[in-house]
């Protein structure tokens, strides 16, 4: 099977578990780099990183859902009203700003208990106020009196490193809010877990909120003027393609990120009407057929986001439609999660009807998926000696000869297939293990996405958290001394060695999705900010001092493709500052995901 296609990709609430455990979809044949499509009404989809060949169809995507709920347990709240199952309810007063115990003296799962008082936004404890499970909630607790805030971290209580059970370290010191612990300390939870952004963890030497809220604000202004109408279509390279093209779709999740922290009115309501007129100018359908695969879910991601804010039924038909005929019979081998990069693609949208509709045998269905892609494909994409994704079958040493990338192997290897014809896997030229930053990237997103809503209960969440830190671990080892990251990812000289030189060095997109990832992991809990502060900070000091201009453009991002150096070999200027993709919409959303994270840590 072969097609043409351009193929990149990569690129809320969340329940904290008492020991900060993790966990973590798609049918079809993806086309290959971002060349023209043969035009047409709709044919096969494109794959990994490459423009679906043809494909301007789009389907209404299957079944009505019915009239589908709202999320079970309760209204999601920054900082803490009122939790339903997952977390306590007050007992006769009003919740704090961010302190999930209740004026009048209830309990609230994860947080302190106030022996008849409230306390305050920061976590303070009041008269005689004993200390939430697991350590003190903000600081060292005072008999009657406040919690210090940028105290002293407990171990094993409110620190963020393995479990913040009523407050979060930052570098230099911590604030005093609460992230809960299998409670609503911070925010409400839903039915099976999934906490809102309570509590808060600062780390000492970003920008001002106002800053890095600033910078995101110019790319997506930036990208909205360029693109005042998001229906119908657009055209790359002389082939059109409908605006629910999983690059497109990307953006609207970056978009949907920026939506969340935005504290302009106008603004934010500027946001959500561009994204409901795309969604309603499409009639909510995926990109194309088939609707199980997952480069034609990517924009059903958004359309569930926007039903939470909505609740228009018709918004989730067509996405509830392809993922559940996933969840009847899971696709298997190259039906399957056969490239990474699906795994962003279609992984998040099972977590959030999951927690829509928690009997649907979402979550299993997933993991079902992931583990295909994780441990079967190729013999496995994921290797967890690296710490790292392989993109495809091409790469993974699970049978054949290992032979180094030359030029011409790049030239002549069919992009955007699972097809393999040759006894071989390639490696980076250096020999070393052939990791596309990108690729990579597209999967941090992912577990990003998944492990922010996903119940703490699932059976599987522990390996989806272990893979994350496993590859954030990996991934700072690796980072460029000026913050960003390369597009082959062991071996910085790649491009060069195969006769592209112009193409090593800083890259925008994997970057994205990297910072994203770190800056979660340390918000969440999920990593120590002792150690993954400073490669987060440094990473987005790249991306909004280097890669950001002045203009708004976001410079460094490499085309689609589905490897390193898939550039255009006559475009000028390669990756520089002022050069865009061919495709300048994955780029800007991962850039406003990274900020979202970025921007709640911030001062």
């Given at each position: 099977?072969?097609m043409t296609s351009?193929?990149?990709?990569w ?7 008492a020991?900060?455990t993790?966990?973590?979809?798609a049918?079809?044949?993806p086309?290959?780099?971002?060349g023209s499509?043969?035009?047409?009404a709709?044919?096969?989809p ?5 423009a679906k060949?043809?494909?301007t169809?789009?389907?209404s995507?299957?079944?009505?859902s019915g009239s589908?709920?709202?999320?079970m347990g309760?209204?999601?709240a920054?900082?803490g009203?009122?939790?339903s199952?997952g ?7 009003a ?7 209740r ?6 799962a994860g ?6 008082g ?12 004993s200390t939430a499970a697991?350590?003190s909630?903000?600081?060292t607790t ?9 105290g002293?971290?407990?171990t094993?209580g409110s620190?963020?490193?393995?479990g913040?059970?009523g ?10 809010g609460a ?6 300390s911070?925010?409400?939870?839903s ?18 909120k ?11 202004t ?16 002389g082939t059109?393609?409908?605006?629910t ?7 609207f999740?970056?978009l ?7 504290t ?6 500027s946001?959500?009407?561009y994204a409901?007129?795309w969604g309603t100018?499409h ?8 609707n199980?695969?997952?480069?034609n ?16 039924a ?6 509830k439609?392809g993922i559940?005929?996933?969840v009847?019979?899971?696709?298997t ?9 699906a795994?962003?693609?279609s ?5 959030k ?7 649907g045998?979402?979550y299993?269905?997933?993991w079902t998926m992931y ?5 079967t ?14 993109r495809d079958?091409h ?20 992009n ?5 014809s040759?006894?071989a896997y390639?490696?980076?030229?250096n020999?070393?293990g052939?990791?596309?930053s ?14 922010d ?10 390996t ?6 496993a ?12 913050g960003?990251w ?8 790649h ?10 060095g800083p890259e925008?997109?994997?970057t994205?999705f990297?910072?994203y ?21 440094n ?7 280097t ?7 976001l410079?460094?991002?490499q ?20 050069r865009?993709?061919n495709?300048?919409?994955?780029g800007?959303?991962g850039f406003?995901?990274?900020g ?8």
């Amino acid at each position: 099977m072969t097609m043409t296609s351009f193929r990149t990709h990569w690129p809320r609430a969340f329940f904290l578990g008492a020991a900060v455990t993790f966990a973590a979809c798609a049918n079809g044949t993806p086309g290959g780099q971002g060349g023209s499509s043969s035009g047409g009404a709709s044919s096969a989809p494109a794959s990994s990183g490459g423009a679906k060949s043809g494909g301007t169809t789009a389907s209404s995507g299957g079944a009505n859902s019915g009239s589908a709920p709202a999320s079970m347990g309760g209204s999601t709240a920054n900082g803490g009203s009122t939790a339903s199952n997952g977390g306590a309810t007050s007992a006769g007063g009003a919740t704090s700003a961010g302190g999930a115990t209740r004026a009048g003296g209830a309990t609230s799962a994860g947080g302190a208990t106030s022996a008849g008082g409230a306390t305050s936004s920061g976590g303070t404890t009041t008269m005689g106020g004993s200390t939430a499970a697991g350590g003190s909630i903000g600081g060292t607790t005072s008999s009657g009196g406040t919690s210090n805030t940028g105290g002293t971290t407990r171990t094993g209580g409110s620190t963020a490193t393995g479990g913040s059970s009523g407050g979060a370290t930052s570098t230099g010191g911590r604030t005093g809010g609460a992230t809960a612990t299998g409670g609503s300390s911070g925010g409400t939870t839903s039915t099976g877990g999934a906490s809102s952004t309570g509590g808060s963890v600062t780390v000492v030497g970003l920008p001002a909120k106002s800053a890095v809220l600033a910078s995101m604000q110019s790319a997506n202004t930036w990208f909205m003027t360029k693109h005042p109408d998001q229906s119908g279509s657009f055209t790359v390279n002389g082939t059109s393609r409908l605006t629910t093209l999983w690059t497109r779709a990307t953006y609207f999740e970056g978009l949907m990120a920026l939506y969340n922290v935005e504290t302009d009115a106008t603004k934010k309501a500027s946001y959500k009407t561009y994204a409901v007129n795309w969604g309603t100018s499409h009639n909510w359908a995926l990109y194309s057929t088939p609707n199980t695969n997952a480069d034609n879910q990517a924009c059903g991601q958004v359309y569930i986001e926007l039903y939470n804010i909505d609740k228009q039924a018709n918004y989730i038909t067509a996405i509830k439609a392809g993922i559940d005929a996933m969840v009847s019979s899971p696709p298997t081998g190259t039906n399957g999660w056969w490239w990474i990069d699906a795994i962003h693609m279609s992984m998040p949208s099972f977590a959030k009807l999951g927690v829509l509709y928690p009997t649907g045998g979402y979550y299993d269905a997933m993991w079902t998926m992931y583990n295909q892609a994780r441990s079967t494909q190729g013999g496995g994409l994921w290797n967890a000696t690296d710490g790292l994704w392989f993109r495809d079958l091409h790469y993974t040493p699970s049978g054949g000869t290992k032979t180094p990338m030359t030029a011409a192997i790049h030239n002549n290897l069919t992009n955007g297939t699972p097809d393999k014809s040759t006894d071989a896997y390639y490696t980076a030229p250096n020999g070393k293990g052939l990791y596309w930053s990108r690729g990579n990237g597209w999967v941090t997103a992912a577990l990003v996405r998944v492990l922010d809503i996903l119940p703490t209960t699932d059976s599987h969440r522990a390996t989806y958290v272990a893979d994350f830190q496993a590859q954030m671990k990996a991934l700072i080892a690796l980072q460029r001394t000026d913050g960003a990251w390369n597009e082959s990812l062991m071996d910085p000289t790649h491009c060069a060695s195969i006769g592209l030189d112009g193409d090593d060095g800083p890259e925008t997109s994997g970057t994205d999705f990297f910072v994203y990832g770190l800056a979660w992991g340390i918000r969440k809990g999920v990593l120590d900010s002792a150690t993954y502060s400073a490669p987060m900070q440094n990473g987005w000091g790249w991306l909004s001092g280097t890669a950001l201009q002045s203009s708004g453009l976001l410079g460094y991002t490499q085309s689609t493709g589905d490897r390193p150096c898939t550039e255009d070999p006559s475009a000028a200027g390669r990756l520089s500052n002022t050069r865009l993709a061919n495709f300048d919409d994955y780029g800007v959303g991962g850039f406003l995901l990274a900020g979202s994270e970025v921007y709640q840590l911030a001062n």
